[in-house]
């Protein structure tokens, strides 16, 4: 049977769309296809923009030994790891820079520890704060008087402790008098800075104890670490990135942190729920708690103005040098 003119034309116009719809289909393929090569290709090549420390431009990692951003504070980095490439030299001593503030100020270490000695005395602050829990026996736990902290709150809260502190720890007043005083290169460079002074409790959320570190700051010169500084050095966060994880695999965690260093060493952080014990590093490379009367290490901790011009590499034998 010979089709009609009519038919043929629809059977034409039948071929053609189909035709057109496959030629569509293969260039939206096509296309898609391309577009996420393009993408790929682009992410792959995306590089993290250099941070200036000094002058000295650094690109952070996200895993090994390097500087990091800190994902618990905006703006902020911190070196972690085995042995990053931190070191800078400051009155003529090696020390460490832990961090870049948000603020653009740099927080160093003494890299090495000076000798032990207590944070404070048995009896030697017995009032308000102090004259609760066993802080009359063993020493009080407070870093400085309330009037001295931030915005001078009435009162100091630790857990069930509550009250006035009426002076300084004994450590507060060796570090900003006669250790500062014994700083004869660079000081000039040390800015007051604020220093977190809350209690610290064990637990595997170091957001919320950082936030208990924040409820009380302390401004002045010379302090120590905080504990969750002492987290934050570690590159193998997944395992050692909370109090608890880092006492559960401290001999895993100590060789991933560069503050590790053989010694024990006094931090600043009071322990929660006690008025008489603060937080420190303990040789073996875990956190523990001890008596503030107790004779321990003392690895200060300053503040760095942020117009800093450093030369070198960071390393231990081409440290930074401050022009």
């Known amino acids: 049977m010979r089709k009609t003119r009519k038919s043929k034309l629809k059977g034409q116009k039948q071929i053609l769309l189909v035709g057109l719809f496959a030629f569509i289909t293969f260039m939206t393929i096509g296309y898609a296809a391309f577009n996420t090569n393009i993408t790929l290709h682009v992410k792959g090549n995306i590089k993290t923009k250099p941070v200036d420390i000094g002058g000295v431009k650094v690109t952070p990692v996200t895993e090994g030994d390097g500087l990091y951003e800190d994902e618990y504070e905006e703006g902020r980095y911190v070196y972690r790891g085995t042995n990053p ?7 003529n001593e090696l020390w460490r820079i832990i961090s870049k503030e948000a603020d653009g100020t740099y927080k160093i270490l003494r890299n090495e ?3 032990s000695r207590n944070f404070d005395s048995k009896g030697a602050r017995t009032t308000g704060y102090c004259s609760q829990g066993s802080a009359p026996t063993y020493g009080c736990n407070a870093w400085s008087s309330t009037a001295n902290m931030v915005g001078s709150p009435s009162e100091f809260t630790n857990g069930k402790y509550t009250g006035i502190v009426e002076a300084d720890s004994e450590m507060l007043t060796y ?48 302090g ?7 987290i934050n050095a570690n590159s193998d966060m997944n395992t050692c990135g909370t109090v608890s994880k880092n006492h559960s695999n401290y001999q895993t965690c100590r060789n991933t942190n560069w503050m590790h260093s053989g010694t024990d060493w006094w931090t600043l952080s009071p322990s929660a729920d006690d008025s008489d014990c603060v937080w420190r590093v303990v040789s073996g490379g875990y956190l523990g708690n001890s008596f503030t009367y107790t004779s321990i290490g003392v690895r200060p901790a300053v503040y760095l103005t942020s117009n800093l011009s450093l030369s070198g590499s960071g390393t231990e034998s081409d440290p930074f040098i401050i022009g």
């Open 175 to 222: 570090l900003n008098g006669e250790y500062l005083n014994s700083i004869t290169v660079n000081k000039d460079k040390i800015v007051n800075h604020d220093y977190n002074i809350g209690a610290v409790v064990s637990n595997n959320d170091l957001a919320t104890q950082i936030e208990g570190e924040k409820a009380y700051k302390w401004n002045g010169k010379v």
């Open 113 to 115: 520890t000076l000798p």
């Open 224 to 230: 120590l670490i905080s504990l969750s500084d002492y």
């Open 85 to 91: 490439n931190n070191y800078i030299e400051f009155n």
